[in-house]
């Protein structure tokens, strides 16, 4: 096998590979002859139909397939001769060899980039930083007791904070438009969950009144038809109803599953709770301004056929997405939309493979079983969380992959010049 490489533009190659014509012509007769002993034919009996015959009628065809495992078994070969690191699958031509007696290809090909990292501690990352303070959990109790609230109904006019049920009817340069009419609609002052104006406009009306809102709608409305567009609505209250918490006794406390009632107790285990979201979330925060600033420091050209292979995988998960919240769509998405992330991905994922290399990380299995740990205590039964993900290797590969990622984190922190930034529970966690 003779091998010669031609550089393209960028990370492409042009690779000629030469090998004897009779490696091709016993491969196509291999496969004839294996074709011949089952194959039926009309005046033949199975298995005896003539070489000959099944050459001239299946002989082109035999020949691609034979050519394409001959390129199949040689490719990587040759390109490991060159020490070429092929980033993707080539695209094959077949040549007509100088040489008498041989046969050749030419496969054009991307290959890897060197990656290279700059000065790790030339830049600056941002180490967030928070805590749970007893305001925290002060506001989370209160959160919990509106959701438990009751209505009341009322007589004096509606407040913010109530909840009134109102009749409409809108209007878009007086005609109407589809949604833009209902009976008995719960509406809670103060929600924001209608167009801006339209609770406001309700603050004061008392049960029987009717109100003129001349409102607009937002440029981002959902629906395009009446993005911007100015309306008027006629609202009719039907009635007010004033929102009431509930008390935080022992009912209340037990509500929550904690059996002793005391509201200490529960406090103790939301703040539990409250402190396990803020660890995950300041470690996802933490890894994002890691990588910002790795990615910094590197420069290269990303391979195209990773690029591509990347917007497959993603519009793959959008779509499986989908189907899981109950949405199908036939629309395939361009590839435009998904190839600024690939390519942010891609490039990331060749950076941290070089990270692991240069600094010789290996995965910390007491990292890995740690963090089973702490997934499995956030449910009812810690130890059969545990065995299921020791038990089952791809479950267990998913925590070893965010075990290595976060390692590899670690490393980066060591190596950049670190500054906290202090962050508000609330604030952080809504972002």
């Not at 009996?45 to 034979?66: D, Y």
């Not at 935080?248 to 509500?255: H, I, L, M, P, R």
């Not at 007491?366 to 205590?377: G, P, Q, W």
């Amino acid at each position: 096998m003779q091998v010669s490489v031609d550089a393209g533009e960028g990370l492409e190659r042009r690779m000629t590979v030469e090998l004897p014509s009779g490696e091709l012509e016993n491969r196509i007769d291999k496969r004839l002859r294996d074709l011949s002993r089952n194959l039926r034919m009309d005046g033949f009996r199975p298995g005896k139909v003539p070489l000959s015959v099944i050459r001239k009628r299946f002989g082109e065809q035999v020949r691609q397939e034979a050519i394409g495992e001959l390129v199949e078994s040689t490719f990587f070969d040759a390109a490991k001769s060159q020490d070429l690191n092929p980033a993707g699958m080539p695209r094959i031509e077949l040549l007509d060899s100088p040489r008498e007696g041989f046969v050749a290809y030419q496969a054009v090909f991307e290959v890897m980039p060197e990656v290279e990292v700059g000065e790790l501690s030339s830049v600056t990352v941002k180490k967030p930083v928070a805590e749970v303070s007893e305001e925290d959990v002060d506001r989370m109790i209160e959160r919990l007791r509106e959701q438990r609230a009751t209505f009341n109904e009322v007589e004096r006019p509606a407040a913010d904070g109530d909840r009134v049920t109102v009749d409409f009817t809108g209007t878009v340069d007086g005609e109407t438009f589809d949604g833009g009419s209902a009976e008995d609609v719960p509406v809670l002052l103060g929600s924001h969950a209608m167009i801006d104006g339209f609770e406001e406009g309700l603050i004061g009306a008392r049960a029987g009144e009717t109100r003129s809102l001349d409102l607009e709608f937002p440029e981002d409305f959902h629906d395009a038809d009446l993005a911007g567009k100015a309306a008027h609505f006629e609202v009719t209250v039907k009635k007010v109803e004033e929102r009431v918490l509930p008390e935080t006794d022992a009912g209340f406390v037990q509500s929550f599953g904690v059996e002793d009632g005391e509201l200490a107790s529960l406090r103790a285990e939301i703040r539990a709770n409250m402190e396990r979201e803020l660890k995950q979330r300041l470690r996802a925060k933490k890894r994002e301004a890691i990588m910002e600033a790795l990615l910094s420091v590197v420069e290269f050209p990303v391979p195209t056929a990773l690029i591509k292979a990347e917007i497959g995988a993603m519009k793959e998960n959008m779509r499986q997405e989908m189907e899981q919240a109950g949405q199908r769509t036939s629309v395939d998405l361009p590839d435009d939309l998904f190839h600024e992330a690939a390519e942010r991905r891609v490039r990331l994922s060749l950076a941290l493979g070089k990270i692991v290399d240069q600094y010789e990380i290996t995965l910390d299995q007491e990292r890995v079983e740690a963090m089973i740990e702490e997934l499995a205590s956030s449910y009812e039964n810690p130890d059969e969380v545990i065995e299921f993900y020791r038990n089952d290797p791809e479950q267990r590969r998913q925590i070893e992959n965010a075990a290595l990622d976060e390692q590899v984190a670690d490393k980066l922190l060591e190596e950049m010049t670190v500054e906290e930034e202090r962050h508000e529970f609330d604030k952080l966690m809504k972002a």
